[in-house]
């Protein structure tokens, strides 16, 4: 039955456009963004992990500043130590030259002497950015370790919580007073004496070069996987969110065909009235 005041084709022309038009703006709106998922009204669910995910990234983002402040710190203090292992083993040699009866003893300890200053030098200035891994006080503060936070561990959906890699002094500072602790040398005696003394020495600095070395070396790792996590996860919201324009391209042609016939059944529709008036002619 055809009837002049109800265009039953025409509704559902205007209604397959409506929806047509609908799915071109999102089409569009994926094009222009990007996204799939832009708003929580697109994808509320999607949306909010990806969110959560995102901020997740800005952290570890300045995790991995931390780690490199931090990596700098140990590695200034770990190249100090080496060095102090340099000197304390030319102290050696001229303690060593130094049991011969026929030496300038007073020369000799003259020489040591500029290197125990030396080494104190070093000890007081292998600091980076305020922090001294070689001193008592690490910060000026009575720290005897120095904290460098390194990843943020999430379980379920509770807070996120941090976790820190820290760092003892080696204390050079104390350990390593030679002002006080090693023997003066002015004679075979006294020489004989000062070579037991710097071994120890010698022996404290390696084993604290060798700690220093190994926390840079772990740093350095937990960098690299804090660099490897963010482009994961940063990969795995773009999975969550980003659209895949191939298929949105084709979309977004085969949605301006469709558009095209919605028009033309809306137009065909329409005329549905005339042909009834030619029934009166």
Do not use: C, Y
């Not at 100090?80 to 020369?107: C, F, T, W």
């Amino acid at each position: 039955m055809s009837s002049i005041l109800t265009n039953s084709g025409a509704m559902v022309a205007l209604q397959t456009m409506r929806g047509i038009n609908k799915n071109m703006a999102q089409t569009q709106n994926e094009i222009s963004t990007g996204k799939s998922v832009a708003t929580a009204r697109d994808n509320a669910s999607t949306w909010a992990i990806s969110k959560v995910m995102e901020s997740d990234v800005a952290g570890f983002k300045g995790i991995s500043e931390s780690l490199a402040l931090g990596k700098a710190t140990v590695g200034v203090a770990s190249a100090a130590a080496e060095q102090i292992v340099s000197e304390l083993n030319g102290i050696k040699q001229l303690i060593v030259a130094a049991q011969s009866e026929n030496v300038d003893h007073a020369k000799i300890q003259d020489d040591i002497a500029e290197r125990t200053a030396q080494i104190a030098s070093i000890v007081a200035g292998a600091q980076f950015n305020g922090a001294n891994l070689l001193a008592t006080d690490v910060d000026g503060n009575g720290a005897t370790s120095f904290g460098v936070l390194a990843s943020l561990d999430r379980v379920g959906a509770g807070a996120p919580t941090a976790s820190m890699i820290t760092v003892d002094t080696v204390d050079f500072e104390a350990d390593l007073d030679l002002v006080a602790d090693l023997t003066a040398i002015t004679d075979t005696a006294t020489a004989a004496t000062a070579l037991g003394e710097i071994e120890t020495f010698i022996q404290t600095a390696v084993a604290g070069a060798a700690a220093l070395g190994a926390s840079a070396s772990r740093i350095d790792s937990q960098s690299e996987f804090v660099s490897k996590l963010t482009d994961s996860m940063t990969a795995g919201i773009g999975a969550l969110v980003d659209a895949d324009m191939e298929a949105t391209s084709a979309r977004l042609q085969a949605l301006q065909v469709q558009q095209q016939l919605a028009m033309q059944s809306l137009s065909i529709a329409n005329q549905q009235p005339q042909n009834i008036l030619a029934l009166f002619r």
